[in-house]
């Protein structure tokens, strides 16, 4: 799947990612993590990177 340019309406795109990793290490890595914890962190992406609401979905199958 290949994102559309222009998905993203933010800055320092590299750092946010950075800091999407740590907080993605500390909440999924002992697998012990609820429906409502990938609820937040979706909603979390989005609003952290400008995306549309919806636009990274894909993260929950993911996750899964």
């Known amino acids: 799947m290949r994102l559309r ?9 590299p750092k946010r990612v950075k800091m999407l990793l740590v907080i993605s290490n500390e909440t999924f890595d002992d697998r012990e993590f609820t429906e409502n914890d990938v609820t ?4 979390m992406i989005e609003k ?3 995306a549309q609401p919806g636009t990274m979905n894909i993260i ?3 996750i899964r």
């Not at 937040?40 to 909603?43: Q, T």
């Open 60 to 62: 929950r199958e993911l």
């Open 5 to 13: 340019e222009e998905v993203f309406q933010c800055d320092n795109i």
């Open 40 to 43: 937040v962190f979706v909603d």
């Open 48 to 50: 952290l990177l400008g």
